[in-house]
C-alpha cells in the first residue's frame, strides 16, 4: 500500500504502562489516602474524621481543596490516640451498708 500525501499519519497507541501483579507501592511512591480509604483503614465514621481534618486537629494534607491523609498521617493519629492499658484497681470502693 502506498502512503496517500493527503492523508495525515497516524500515531501508534501509546504503549500500556506496567501493571505489577502485587498490587504494592514502591516505598518511594507516596500514597494518599481519601478521606473514606482512611476512615475505613482506622475503622471510624468519615465525618469525624473530616471535622477533625477541617478544624486542623489531626494531621492531615490538603491538596487544593481535597483533603487526603498519607500513611505518616495515620500513623501519627493512631499513635496520638493511644492509652496505655489501666490495671485493676487495688482497692475497691466498698459502700457503707444501709441502716436499718
Request: aromatic share 4%; charged share 30%; with cysteine.
Amino acid at each position: 500500500m502506498r502512503d496517500n500525501p493527503h492523508r495525515p499519519r497516524r500515531r501508534p497507541p501509546p504503549s500500556p504502562t506496567p501493571v505489577r501483579a502485587t498490587g504494592h507501592h514502591d516505598e518511594q511512591e507516596p500514597r494518599l489516602y481519601t478521606p473514606a480509604e482512611a476512615a475505613a483503614l482506622l475503622r471510624i465514621p468519615e465525618s469525624w474524621l473530616r471535622r477533625r481534618a477541617g478544624r486542623r486537629l489531626i494531621p492531615c494534607t490538603f491538596l487544593g481543596k481535597h483533603l487526603r491523609f498519607s500513611a505518616a498521617d495515620l500513623a501519627a493519629l493512631i499513635a496520638a490516640s493511644a492509652e496505655p492499658a489501666t490495671g485493676r484497681r487495688t482497692h475497691r470502693r466498698r459502700h457503707p451498708p444501709a441502716p436499718t
